[in-house]
């Protein structure tokens, strides 16, 4: 059960786009579409932004989008805020477990 | 409005014992799949635990033998029972209710848990 791989840090400025990669293997993030994306805030829970791999629940900025290709999945923001500083943290299901991903911290300059 | 409150959380010694609620509202605890998912101090996010809609439970590596995840229907609560706890298992503990397998829809606000002597 290791964590799916995340970079560590990202950062942009207001009005670009970034991309949050999210890499696992042919075991669970390469073989189940079930693939969500989380952003918390500080001292807050986290929320759902992406579930299966581009669904987005209601209420959830199209800014937001997600994408999947072989075992490394992607969340992209576009338009970049202000509000979207945060950790934002990728998911899989792996048959009988979940994995996340370390989290990435990303940082709007 | 779907809402979950955890409670139960507290310092305890190592080795010692602990047991989690989750109450939840606006929804049916056994007939959604739920979890609970930790974060230790400054870091990501780890699974924990799922009892799915059927009763079916699974466990990470690290707590299996010693956590166990149920749930009272009559409560409509969510419980975690926590075992010969270690200082690893020092974390926000959060119940999550599943909209599939592995999408967490709705959170707690977690509850703190410090295995310390």
């Known amino acids: 059960q290791s964590a799916l791989t995340q970079p560590a840090s990202l950062s942009g400025f207001p009005g670009q786009s970034i991309t949050i990669s999210c890499t696992g293997t042919s075991s669970d993030v390469g073989t189940y579409n079930l693939v969500s994306w989380y952003q918390q805030h500080p001292g807050k829970a986290p929320k759902l932004m992406i579930y299966e791999v581009s669904k987005r629940p209601s209420g959830v900025s199209n800014r937001f989008s997600g994408s999947k290709s072989g075992n490394t999945a992607a969340l992209t923001i576009s338009g970049l805020q202000a509000e979207d500083e945060a950790d934002y943290f990728c998911?899989?299901?792996?048959?009988?477990?979940?994995?996340f991903g370390g989290g990435t911290k990303l940082t709007v300059l | 409005e779907v809402q979950l409150v955890e409670t139960g959380g507290g310092l305890i010694q190592p080795g010692g014992s602990l047991r989690l609620s989750c109450a939840a509202s606006g929804f049916t605890v056994s007939t959604n799949h739920m979890s609970w998912v930790r974060q230790a101090p400054g870091k990501g996010l780890e699974w924990v635990s799922v009892?799915?809609?059927?009763?079916?439970?699974y466990y990470a590596d690290s707590v299996k033998g010693r956590f166990t995840i149920s749930r009272d229907n009559s409560k409509n609560t969510l419980y975690l029972q926590m075992n010969s706890l270690r200082a690893e298992d020092t974390a926000v503990y959060y119940c999550?209710?599943?909209?599939?397998?592995?999408?967490?829809?709705?959170w707690g606000q977690g509850t703190l848990v410090t295995v310390s002597s």
């Open positions: 009892i799915y809609s059927g009763g079916s439970t």
């Open positions: 999550a209710r599943l909209y599939d397998f592995s999408s967490f829809d709705h």
């Open positions: 998911c899989s299901y792996a048959g009988s477990s979940t994995l």
